[in-house]
């Protein structure tokens, strides 16, 4: 189990990873993820995380488990940028872009309005998401043979809609929940679905996560990103001229 109240700072067995125009401001009880002045076409981030400190098969959390996150934001959804968020994944690209393994993750995520990420059919693409991604394993010459197919003029779509039908996603996105307020966020990972609450109150049901192991990260950032059935892929970094932030003063992570 691991129980981080912040006080008089972050846990040690977190990895802090700040790039850009991004860093992470500390306070007794109180851990403060920091984007302002970010340019565009440069990686801002200000992450805190446990993927970086193991090969992915190795990663420290896998079912049944329960996450418990106490949180609030310095903009509204829409007026906030970039994304943002907390949970579980396996971290699946490189430096370049390319996809070295399938995504798989459960999280609470953001993107801003310049994304459009269509994981889940009928589901907008950006917004405060309950949401889980579930693309199993694959071998390495799979994954090398759909990055460059991937790249190939006109294959993006394809690619994206023949991925589609072996990934499980599920999202909703939490259009009621403020997210300049302080709420507590809950995630209950089990092998056959994860439940996500709000304040202690069920918010999504998502059947089907993923059972690989996964590292722990919270994070903003600068990066939007276009891509689902219909649509262009594209993935860029935008500028934030504003100074924004994610505050956590608890990170509970205990098996059930």
Partial sequence: MLDDTFTPTAHPRWVRFCI???????????????????QADQ??????????TAP???LAWTPPLRMTIRARMSHRAGELLGTAGFGFWNDP?????????????????YASPQSDMAFARAVRGNGWKAATLNAGRADKLTMALGNFIFRLPGMSRI???????RIHAHEKVLDDVALTEWHTYRLDWFAREAIFFVDDVEVFRA????????????????NATTMGPGRHFDFR???????????LTRVRIEPL
């Fill in 237 to 247: 970094r935008i500028a934030i001229p504003q100074r924004e932030w994610m505050e």
């Fill in 56 to 58: 992915r098969h190795k």
């Fill in 43 to 52: 990686l801002s981030d200000a992450e805190l995380d446990d993927h970086r």
């Fill in 207 to 222: 059947p089907n996560p993923p059972t690989v192991p996964l590292g722990f990260v919270a994070w903003v950032d600068n």
């Fill in 159 to 165: 690619v994206f809609n023949l991925a589609q039908t």
């Fill in 20 to 38: 850009g125009h991004a860093h992470i401001e500390n306070e007794p009880g109180l851990i403060r993820f920091v984007v302002d002045g970010a």
């Fill in 93 to 109: 690209f490189d430096w370049v872009g390319n996809v070295q393994t399938p995504p798989n993750a459960l999280w609470f995520f």
